[in-house]
C-alpha cells in the first residue's frame, strides 16, 4: 500500500501569513495527487488535482506543486475561512489512499 | 443542481448488515466512476470502495473486502453499498463521492455527498 505522510500535523497562523503543506509518498505517484479541504462537520472539497490544477471555484491564493515523492500546498495570504484540516490523496495505485491530514488554525 | 444525498446510516450491532444509498441528481450518473469513502469520528479519510460507470471495474479496500459490496442502478441514478458482517472498526461517517474521468483515466473526486453516519455498537 502506497503511504502518504502530511505535515505538519499542525500549523497555526495569523491571517495574511503563507502557509506551507507538505505531502511525502512513499514511492512515486507521478503527478497523480489531490488535495482537499475539510472543514468541520462537512464533507471534503476537492481544491487541487494532479499535483497543481486548481479546482472549479478555488481561490487562487491556493496552489499546487511537486512530482513524484514529494508535494506541497501551499496558501499565499491565509484567511480566516481557511481554517481547516486539509488532506493529500493518490490515485496512481489501489488502493487508494490519503494522507493524514494537517489542521490548519488561523490565530 | 449538482449533488449526492446518501441515505440509510443508522445504529446497527456488531455482525449486522446495513445498506447506504446514495442519489445523484444534476450529473450525467452513468458516465462516472462512483465511490464510498469512510471517516471513522477523529480520524482522517480512508477508501472504501470504487465503481466504474457500467460497474465492469470494481475495487475495495482489503478491509472491506468479502463483507461490503458496491453497485450501482443507473436508471434511478443511485450508487449503493451493501455492508455485511458490520465491525465496531466500520462505525464512520460514510460519504459518496464521484471521481472524475477522461477516456479511461480516471481523476480526483471532485463531488461529495454530505455523508451519512454508521455506528456498529451492542
Known amino acids: 500500500e502506497l503511504v502518504l505522510t502530511q505535515s505538519p500535523a499542525t500549523l497555526s497562523l495569523s491571517p495574511g501569513e503563507r502557509a506551507t503543506l507538505s505531502c511525502r509518498a512513499s514511492?512515486?505517484?507521478?503527478?497523480?495527487l489531490a488535495w482537499y479541504q475539510q472543514k468541520p462537520g462537512q464533507a471534503p472539497r476537492l481544491l487541487i488535482y494532479d499535483a497543481s490544477n486548481r479546482a472549479t471555484g478555488v481561490p487562487a491564493r491556493f496552489s499546487g506543486s511537486g512530482s513524484g515523492t514529494d508535494f506541497t500546498l501551499a496558501i499565499s495570504s491565509l484567511e480566516p475561512e481557511d481554517s481547516a484540516v486539509y488532506y493529500c490523496q493518490q490515485r496512481t495505485s489501489w488502493p487508494l489512499t490519503f494522507g493524514g491530514g494537517t489542521k490548519v488554525e488561523i490565530k | 443542481e449538482v449533488q449526492l444525498l446518501e441515505s440509510g446510516g443508522g445504529l446497527v450491532q456488531p455482525g449486522g448488515s446495513l445498506r447506504l444509498s446514495c442519489e445523484a441528481s444534476g450529473f450525467t450518473f452513468s458516465n462516472y466512476p462512483m465511490s464510498w469513502v469512510r471517516q471513522a469520528p477523529g480520524k482522517g479519510l480512508e477508501w472504501v470502495s470504487t465503481?466504474?460507470?457500467?460497474?465492469?471495474?470494481?475495487f475495495y479496500a482489503d478491509s472491506v473486502k468479502g463483507r461490503f459490496t458496491i453497485s450501482r442502478d443507473n436508471s434511478k441514478n443511485t450508487l449503493y453499498v451493501q455492508m455485511n458482517s458490520l465491525r465496531a472498526e466500520d462505525t464512520a461517517v460514510y460519504y459518496c463521492a464521484r471521481r472524475t474521468y477522461s477516456g479511461n483515466d480516471w481523476g480526483a473526486f471532485d463531488l461529495w455527498g454530505q455523508g451519512t453516519m454508521v455506528t456498529v455498537s451492542s
Open positions: 514511492q512515486s505517484v507521478r503527478i497523480y
Open positions: 465503481l466504474s460507470g457500467t460497474s465492469a471495474l470494481i
